[in-house]
């Protein structure tokens, strides 16, 4: 059994209070009862085509993130500190962002080292001294938390670029209140389906000033892209165009759809496509994704990009460790959530002392996503940590590594009946004229018993995340 | 509406169509085909296949490809084969790969359907086929598209989109229209003794696959005969798949679409509805047949290249690329 902080049951063995409703549900269902319950969510999340799908593959094969029956619940007063301390830090670094494309003070004043953000290549010179509407940057976050041994949480890792999975947030909902709908009545919990209607309206306030009806289009690398579902979800849910870059051209600096009635203006793009990939007359030219122009149209006010260009580097894993300073000098506030501790490799000592401790820590590269790139030093073996001790000697200024917290484990159905799992939890957060925290997120899981990596790339399921309301 | 997404919800409908009239094809082919050998002596070489085969122009393909026609080839290039973008099999596909490109256009339960479809088509192998019978994938195929044009008129709000379903649909059905009607007239075995009796079969066997045959009987309470058959499927406007209801079909949508403008598209549809409408069987056979449905043929053709001038590609939209600022960071 893996250690760690168990969501459901506490040190004697007994269920927490919070999971009393839903642990007599489980006592009192027959097995076979349960075991159609499961079917009938895969057949569902199947003939819906709630799939990703993998890069490489031929189409149809789509796979199914696996969708878990337990949920991972958390009560009312521990979700109102954790909605306080995303809000701070969702603020704090929309005003870290706005600050290193403008006036640059919290380089000047030495908080965080000029050269880590100026040297940054998810640093964008060309964003510097535009101005974005209402000082947003990071319209769409999701922050991914972590439970630790002792029950506290972490921020694991901030995602300000182009967070993916609220859908998962969206569907496992809608299926739980399918499957187990008596449990929805006999307590309350919090909806999340407001979010397609939250976005839309932080997205038609991102409009450029002037514009009194704007027009909304979510751009997507195509169905060939693994989040593709997610994309064509969301437009539709928010009743706007879904765009490929093909779809868009500019003229005159303003961005226009292709449509059967001739061409029509766009005014906020909720792009799900890298930085990268937006203009190849700007960023990387052989990108047949994006639309030519589109940067001058943007840099002339002329339409709005959500999330704004060059956010990367707010999110950047060696910029991280700075999180709580920028809270500090901000928002003259300390910081609610903390940060993993984290060692910067850049630094001699923190990397003297990474490389006698390999075997215990977790070293990440500093711009790596979706679990790659990563050793697990506990679970690595001898030849696995030699390999990477000799890709961290050759640019250390890549890695940072951060001691191995045994995420807190919820109940999961396995093939061999429940069985703790680890899980993390992604709480998404929209930036308009107010924060919006939806309460919950997304829960990851990782399926492989022992495993602490919870990416759907690597064999992760996900989970339904219900913020109990009132006293519970 | 994006030209795209009217692009794949035009070949989304009207794949699903060409499904359905495949395996209305292969029925009444099968039909024909169980013909006595004294009856039609082109049965040996597989005569009814090659005729199928012809009518969709793809006789020397499927030579080419197998070295040879017979019912077992062309079965398979019809139901299954990979390299044919019309097998069922690929329609299907092609079908669910466009409705998932306009999810946000359909409706969630048509996707569902389209994706039903395809994920039990892909599952199916010749042998599973064979096993459970051709007839019954055939039905299969039928009752998917109905299943499909069921939910779209059921779901889907009456707006562009489902202009554009409409038009797909029905400018693939006229197509088939005119196709199945050469395939049980063409190359009439040689008369004698049979000659009523192979007449009489071949023109039932393409009423039953077409789900006509009641019509036939209510509507002329007399034997089958050619010039009948003929004029139900091109000029009859109470046959749902007749030539006549297709284009009457294709011009209201397409004025539809104009709201009052004077596009090319419409005035061609018009054209085209105005000929069967107003045509008299007898004089199209007077005047030959074959050259009428070639002329169809040629027009229906020319509608669906004008449909997508006008609403699928917007060519002179794109604009110049601004001048070279390459200060990109790689």
Same mark, same amino acid.
């Given at each position: 059994?893996?250690?760690?902080?168990?969501?459901?049951?506490?040190?004697?063995?007994?269920?927490?209070?919070?999971?009393?409703?839903?642990?007599?549900?489980?006592?009192?269902?027959?097995?076979?009862?349960?075991?159609?319950?499961?079917?009938?969510?895969?057949?569902?999340?199947?003939?819906?085509?709630?799939?990703?799908?993998?890069?490489?593959?031929?189409?149809?094969?789509? +796979?199914?993130?696996?969708?878990?029956?337990?949920?991972?619940?958390?009560?009312?007063?521990?979700?109102?500190?954790?909605?306080?301390?995303?809000?701070?830090?969702?603020?704090?670094?929309?005003?870290?962002?706005?600050?290193?494309?403008?006036?640059?003070?919290?380089? +000047?004043?030495?908080?965080?080292?000029?050269?880590?953000?100026?040297?940054?290549?998810?640093?964008?010179?060309?964003?510097?001294?535009?101005?974005?509407?209402?000082?947003?940057?990071?319209?769409?976050?999701?922050?991914?938390?972590?439970?630790?041994?002792?029950?506290?949480?972490?921020?694991?890792?901030?995602?300000?670029?182009?967070?993916?999975?609220?859908?998962?947030?969206?569907?496992?909902?809608?299926?739980?209140?399918?499957?187990?709908?008596?449990?929805?009545?006999?307590?309350?919990?919090?909806?999340?389906? +407001?979010?397609?209607?939250?976005?839309?309206?932080?997205?038609?306030?991102?409009?450029?000033?002037?514009?009194?009806?704007?027009?909304?289009?979510?751009?997507?690398?195509?169905?060939?892209?693994?989040?593709?579902?997610?994309?064509?979800?969301?437009?539709?849910?928010?009743?706007?165009?879904?765009?490929?870059?093909?779809?868009?051209?500019?003229?005159?600096?303003?961005?226009?759809?292709?449509?059967?009635?001739?061409?029509?203006?766009?005014?906020?793009?909720?792009?799900?496509?890298?930085?990268?990939?937006?203009?190849?007359?700007?960023?990387?030219?052989?990108?047949?994704?994006?639309?030519?122009?589109?940067?001058?149209?943007?840099?002339?006010?002329?339409?709005?990009?959500?999330?704004?260009?060059?956010?990367?580097?707010?999110?950047?894993?060696?910029?991280?460790?700075?999180?709580?300073?920028?809270?500090?000098?901000?928002?003259?506030?300390?910081?609610?959530?903390?940060?993993?501790?984290?060692?910067?490799?850049?630094?001699?000592?923190?990397?003297?002392?990474?490389?006698?401790?390999?075997?215990?820590?977790?070293?990440?590269?500093?711009?790596?996503?979706?679990?790659?790139?990563?050793?697990?030093?506990?679970?690595?073996?001898?030849?696995?940590?030699?390999?990477?001790?000799?890709?961290?000697?050759?640019?250390?200024?890549?890695?940072?590594?951060?001691?191995?917290?045994?995420?807190?484990?919820?109940?999961?159905?396995?093939?061999?009946?429940?069985?703790?799992?680890?899980?993390?939890?992604?709480?998404?957060?929209?930036?308009?004229?107010?924060?919006?925290?939806?309460?919950?997120?997304?829960?990851?899981?990782?399926?492989?018993?022992?495993?602490?990596?919870?990416?759907?790339?690597?064999?992760?399921?996900?989970?339904?995340?219900?913020?109990?309301?009132?006293?519970? | 509406?994006?030209?795209?997404?009217?692009?794949?919800?035009?070949?989304?409908?009207?794949?699903?169509?060409?499904?359905?009239?495949?395996?209305r094809l292969?029925d009444v082919t099968?039909r024909i085909?169980?013909?006595?050998?004294?009856?039609?002596?082109?049965?040996?070489?597989?005569?009814?296949?090659?005729?199928?085969?012809?009518?969709?122009?793809?006789?020397?393909?499927?030579?080419?490809?197998?070295?040879?026609?017979?019912?077992?080839?062309?079965?398979?290039?019809?139901?299954?084969?990979?390299?044919?973008?019309?097998?069922?099999?690929?329609?299907?596909?092609?079908?669910?790969?466009?409705?998932?490109?306009?999810?946000?256009?359909?409706?969630?339960?048509?996707?569902?359907?389209?994706?039903?479809?395809?994920?039990?088509?892909?599952?199916?192998?010749?042998?599973?086929?064979?096993?459970?019978?051709?007839?019954?994938?055939?039905?299969?195929?039928?009752?998917?598209?109905?299943?499909?044009?069921?939910?779209?008129?059921?779901?889907?709000?009456?707006?562009?989109?489902?202009?554009?379903?409409?038009?797909?649909?029905?400018?693939?059905?006229?197509?088939?229209?005119?196709?199945l009607l050469d395939i049980a007239g063409?190359?009439?075995?040689?008369?004698?003794?049979?000659?009523?009796?192979?007449d009489?079969f071949r023109w039932s066997a393409l009423l039953q696959s077409l789900?006509a045959f009641?019509?036939y009987?209510?509507?002329?309470?007399?034997?089958v005969?050619a010039?009948?058959v003929a004029?139900l499927m091109?000029?009859?406007?109470?046959?749902?798949?007749?030539?006549?209801?297709?284009?009457?079909?294709?011009?209201?949508?397409?004025?539809?679409?104009?709201?009052?403008?004077?596009?090319?598209?419409?005035?061609?549809?018009?054209?085209?509805?105005?000929?069967?409408?107003?045509?008299?069987?007898?004089?199209?056979?007077?005047?030959?047949?074959?050259?009428?449905?070639?002329?169809?043929?040629?027009?229906?053709?020319?509608?669906?290249?004008?449909?997508?001038?006008?609403?699928?590609?917007?060519?002179?939209?794109?604009?110049?690329?601004?001048?070279?600022?390459?200060?990109?960071?790689?």
């Amino acid at each position: 059994m893996p250690n760690g902080f168990d969501e459901m049951h506490d040190r004697g063995g007994g269920v927490r209070t919070h999971y009393h409703a839903f642990d007599h549900w489980l006592q009192s269902t027959p097995e076979p009862q349960i075991e159609r319950k499961r079917r009938e969510a895969e057949i569902a999340f199947h003939r819906v085509g709630i799939t990703f799908s993998v890069y490489g593959e031929e189409s149809g094969n789509e +796979r199914l993130i696996p969708f878990d029956l337990v949920p991972r619940i958390v009560p009312a007063a521990e979700w109102r500190q954790l909605e306080a301390g995303l809000r701070q830090r969702v603020h704090a670094l929309n005003l870290f962002l706005d600050d290193v494309y403008g006036e640059q003070r919290i380089l +000047r004043e030495g908080l965080v080292p000029r050269e880590l953000v100026l040297h940054n290549s998810e640093y964008r010179r060309e964003m510097c001294g535009i101005r974005v509407p209402g000082g947003t940057w990071s319209h769409v976050s999701g922050i991914d938390l972590v439970r630790a041994g002792d029950g506290e949480y972490y921020v694991l890792e901030d995602n300000l670029r182009v967070p993916s999975g609220v859908s998962y947030m969206l569907e496992n909902r809608r299926m739980m209140a399918r499957l187990i709908p008596e449990l929805f009545n006999r307590q309350q919990i919090a909806p999340v389906e +407001r979010y397609p209607d939250a976005l839309l309206e932080i997205l038609r306030e991102a409009a450029p000033a002037g514009i009194d009806n704007p027009v909304v289009a979510v751009l997507t690398p195509g169905s060939a892209n693994s989040a593709y579902f997610e994309h064509a979800f969301l437009a539709q849910q928010m009743g706007v165009e879904l765009v490929e870059g093909a779809d868009l051209f500019v003229r005159d600096a303003a961005v226009y759809a292709r449509t059967t009635r001739g061409p029509q203006r766009v005014h906020v793009i909720y792009r799900r496509i890298n930085d990268d990939y937006l203009d190849p007359t700007v960023f990387r030219p052989d990108s047949l994704l994006g639309v030519p122009g589109l940067f001058d149209a943007y840099r002339a006010g002329r339409v709005t990009l959500a999330n704004a260009p060059g956010t990367g580097v707010g999110d950047d894993k060696s910029v991280y460790p700075y999180v709580p300073a920028m809270i500090r000098f901000y928002l003259s506030e300390e910081p609610i959530l903390h940060n993993v501790p984290t060692y910067q490799l850049r630094r001699e000592d923190d990397l003297r002392y990474t490389l006698e401790h390999l075997a215990e820590l977790v070293v990440k590269e500093v711009h790596g996503a979706g679990g790659y790139g990563m050793l697990v030093g506990p679970a690595a073996s001898s030849a696995e940590i030699e390999a990477f001790r000799a890709r961290i000697l050759a640019a250390p200024d890549n890695y940072i590594a951060q001691p191995t917290l045994s995420l807190s484990t919820c109940p999961t159905f396995v093939e061999s009946g429940l069985a703790p799992r680890h899980i993390d939890l992604r709480p998404y957060i929209l930036c308009g004229r107010r924060i919006h925290v939806i309460p919950g997120g997304l829960t990851r899981v990782a399926l492989r018993e022992g495993s602490l990596v919870v990416n759907s790339s690597q064999g992760g399921g996900t989970k339904d995340t219900w913020v109990l309301e009132g006293g519970a | 509406m994006l030209c795209r997404t009217a692009n794949d919800l035009y070949w989304a409908s009207r794949h699903m169509e060409r499904a359905e009239n495949t395996a209305r094809l292969i029925d009444v082919t099968l039909r024909i085909a169980q013909l006595p050998e004294r009856y039609d002596r082109g049965k040996a070489e597989a005569a009814p296949w090659r005729r199928a085969l012809e009518a969709l122009g793809m006789a020397q393909a499927v030579r080419a490809r197998y070295g040879g026609i017979d019912a077992e080839t062309v079965l398979q290039h019809l139901l299954l084969a990979a390299d044919n973008p019309s097998s069922i099999y690929n329609c299907l596909r092609a079908a669910r790969e466009a409705a998932r490109a306009q999810r946000v256009a359909i409706t969630a339960e048509m996707y569902e359907d389209l994706n039903t479809s395809w994920l039990d088509m892909r599952g199916n192998s010749w042998a599973r086929i064979h096993g459970e019978g051709i007839s019954n994938l055939l039905e299969w195929v039928k009752s998917r598209s109905a299943s499909f044009r069921g939910v779209t008129i059921g779901t889907l709000g009456r707006g562009e989109g489902y202009h554009f379903l409409q038009l797909g649909a029905f400018i693939e059905r006229a197509d088939w229209a005119i196709r199945l009607l050469d395939i049980a007239g063409s190359e009439d075995a040689e008369g004698g003794d049979g000659q009523d009796a192979i007449d009489y079969f071949r023109w039932s066997a393409l009423l039953q696959s077409l789900s006509a045959f009641e019509t036939y009987r209510r509507l002329y309470r007399e034997s089958v005969s050619a010039a009948r058959v003929a004029e139900l499927m091109l000029l009859q406007e109470t046959n749902p798949r007749s030539l006549a209801t297709c284009t009457q079909t294709l011009h209201q949508v397409l004025q539809t679409l104009a709201g009052g403008q004077p596009l090319e598209a419409v005035r061609r549809a018009g054209a085209l509805a105005a000929q069967s409408r107003y045509a008299r069987i007898d004089e199209v056979l007077a005047t030959g047949l074959e050259a009428w449905l070639q002329d169809a043929m040629g027009r229906l053709i020319r509608l669906g290249e004008e449909i997508h001038r006008q609403f699928m590609v917007s060519t002179d939209l794109a604009a110049p690329l601004p001048a070279q600022q390459n200060q990109g960071a790689g």
